[in-house]
């Protein structure tokens, strides 16, 4: 980057392999959109039973402290106890979150499912999923419509917190910045936007793969493309990209990676304001006061805010400005907002965060820089492992080792 973020001036988020913000969890590898950079095997009627998946949760409940379960996949609107789920990962004192892309929800659907006690929904939504009708071959730009009808049938519901992730690639990189600026449109009703630069084994990449010590065929790899693609784009080239169009745009917090503690493999940035001006970027402390202060009180580290939460900005701005610069440099520009017109008092402000997935990175050596603390873990024959990854150990039986060819 032009200008180069120094992690040891960032919030490291705190969370571990025992103590997480989230846990992943998949009662089905079954999809009705097959995405480009998928990691799963889409496997039709592959659905876990309910027994299978009450003990995975019981074996996170044994081995990891979590705020809230991603319920994913496949997709889990299409596991036909869904609703019995989120009521079940409910009653264990968890945040149910679903993680999906949204094309069999409804209205009425999704009235079942907060009546079960859904916090959540992360929808996947990126020009690469071979979406049907209206939105095929449409940019990512133009698919912000079909967001904004998840976000509105969500606010419409109530009392759900909304995000929104992307697969980022080589041709949709360029897109960030308009995609951030719609964010903002809606910050009242969009909580949460997350991009997560895509990866794959490709021909080019000078490593041989193994399983122990048996060799696999990189084409055997679920994962893998057989022409080039461009796998190396960073959370700091995703940064650089919006900091063109806007440039006091500033994350504070990260989560390091394995191999590299200077690498940035989640890079989250926070920012305030109302749907026509955004008054700053949340510092590092802040973010360290609120998961300080979480897991003083709940015991877990934050993931999800709920809308009553984000709308809290104003309170915010007045209450915890002497504890973070970044809120004290908003405050002053709200201060001048105001003066231009006192009455925009009355008018809400809110909080958004903005994320950046930098997944695994494999140096010239063959390492494999993974995320350090990864929330996105679930469970494998009661082990907890690297649901992005899954597909080796159901395949091969292990994690595979890259290895630079002789």
Not at 182 to 202: G, L
Request: net charge neutral; hydrophobic share 35%.
């Amino acid at each position: 980057m032009e200008t180069v973020l120094d992690h040891k001036e960032l919030y490291r988020l705190p969370w571990t392999l025992p103590d997480n913000a989230i846990s992943w969890l998949e009662p089905t590898a079954m999809c009705n959109l097959a995405c480009d950079g998928c990691y799963r095997d889409n496997i039709k009627d592959s659905h876990k039973t309910f027994e299978e998946i009450k003990h995975e949760l019981d074996v996170f409940q044994r081995l990891r402290k979590s705020d809230c379960i991603s319920i994913a996949g496949g997709d889990p609107l299409l596991y036909p106890q869904i609703v019995e789920l989120v009521a079940e990962i409910k009653s264990r004192g968890i945040k149910p979150i679903i993680n999906t892309n949204g094309k069999t929800l409804t209205k009425e659907f999704l009235h079942e499912l907060k009546l079960a006690g859904v916090y959540g929904f992360t929808f996947h939504v990126d020009s690469k999923q071979g979406r049907p009708g209206e939105w095929k071959d449409k940019n990512e730009l133009e698919l912000n419509e079909l967001r904004l009808q998840y976000a509105q049938m969500l606010a419409d519901e109530g009392g759900i917190a909304c995000s929104f992730n992307s697969t980022v690639y080589e041709d949709t990189l360029q897109y960030i910045p308009g995609m951030i600026e719609w964010a903002h449109k809606h910050i009242d009703i969009v909580h949460t936007m997350v991009f997560i630069a895509f990866r794959y084994v490709v021909p080019e990449m000078p490593f041989d793969w193994y399983a122990g010590g048996q060799k696999v065929d990189w084409q055997s790899i679920m994962y893998h493309s057989e022409t080039k693609r461009r796998i190396d784009i960073k959370s700091t080239d995703m940064v650089k990209i919006v900091r063109e169009k806007f440039p006091e745009f500033s994350p504070a917090a990260y989560l390091n990676g394995t191999e590299q503690p200077d690498s940035f493999k989640w890079l989250l940035t926070n920012r305030i304001g109302n749907s026509k001006k955004v008054f700053g970027y949340f510092g590092p402390k802040f973010l360290e006061l609120v998961m300080s202060f979480h897991h003083f009180t709940q015991g877990t580290y934050l993931s999800y805010a709920s809308p009553k939460t984000t709308q809290l900005g104003r309170s915010t701005l007045f209450f915890l400005w002497p504890f973070d610069k970044g809120l004290r440099k908003s405050l002053g520009k709200y201060f001048k907002y105001l003066l231009a017109n006192p009455f925009r008092i009355f008018k809400k402000v809110h909080m958004q965060s903005i994320l950046f997935i930098q997944p695994v990175d494999v140096d010239e050596m063959g390492n494999q820089n993974m995320c350090d603390g990864c929330p996105d873990i679930t469970v494998h024959e009661d082990k907890l492992v690297w649901s992005c990854r899954l597909e080796e150990p159901k395949q091969f039986g292990t994690f595979l080792r890259s290895i630079p060819k002789i």
